[in-house]
């Protein structure tokens, strides 16, 4: 019930906290105030008549542009086995690899992030697999650079799935040792870099990671190869999907909740953010997507750097869960979650959807 000596719009100012009124690029316009009326002169649905309106006032929009497809590389030849926990989505030998990410530059995607399933044998408690010249990843991304070099190729730069417990570094009683484990990232970008990959992307959670990883480049002549870091990646349960079948390095004990972050804190992830920032990232991130909407928002308004979110496994299983039951529109809910992304402030979107979005939007 509104009193009536006080307009709806000043109740809604007087509701909202000042931070919440100032959007991104300036303050929030004074709507049906100026002319000191509201309803029956505002009428906000006049440009929600039609989709020619609505289409003309549109604030966000996906883009092929902003997309990214997470790709899993294994050994072998003639390899393309769909993974049952993100389905649509595939282990590919390199032949096969190369024959999808032509697709991906067809469809206009501008790149793709890197993951590598070695095999188990190659495993080690030092992660040296992880640097081989000869590892998957670098055969990988020579062959991507000579077959489709127009897609940019992103790598991800963590050690779990090199280790044989499927923690992210290395151990010591059982607890993950920092700046030794640092060492053996910086060594693990160093070589995807030499292979060709464009730009790099330490996932570890880490102190000093993103320095480690720029002190190395640099020192090795790389002072152009970005670094896109995982700044604000959380301990979180919706990674399942891909450490059980995707990179098949589910842990073999414990927890990751030592390094990645605790998903009740919010300007922790802004500490993050910021340190990846002085160490010298050029692209921060923020991940998962869908449940950090608020940190995406806080990201992009708090550092204007070029932000990057991850629509993980557990945010694609979920929707293409419902879809099979029919509970729920794949398509539209896809687009839906995507552009909420955008909406929040995310230039950058890596998802499992990548190629059906390019789809809708061709
Ligand atoms: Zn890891």
Redesign the pocket.
Known sequence: MIPNNKSAVTLLEEKMPQQQTQPIGGAMPTYGKEAGTGFPTRRLRRLRQNEKFRRLVREHSLAIDDLILPLFVVPGHGIKHEINAIPGNYHLSIDKLIEEVKEIRDLGIPGILLFGVPDPKDKDLYATGAYAPSGIVQQAVRALKQNVPEVLVVTDV????YTPH????ILENGYLVNDASNEVLAKMALSHVQAGSDIVAP???LDGQVRALREALDSNGFVNTPIMAYSAKYASKLYDPFFKEGTQ?TLSYGD?KTHQMDYSNSNEAMREIALDIEEGADIVMVKPALYYLDIVYRAKTEFQMPLATYNVSGEYAMIDAAARIGRLDKKLIMMEALTSMKRAGADIIITYFAKEVAKELQ
């Open positions: 963590c050690l779990c799935e499927s923690h992210c570094g996932a570890a959670m390095s990751k």
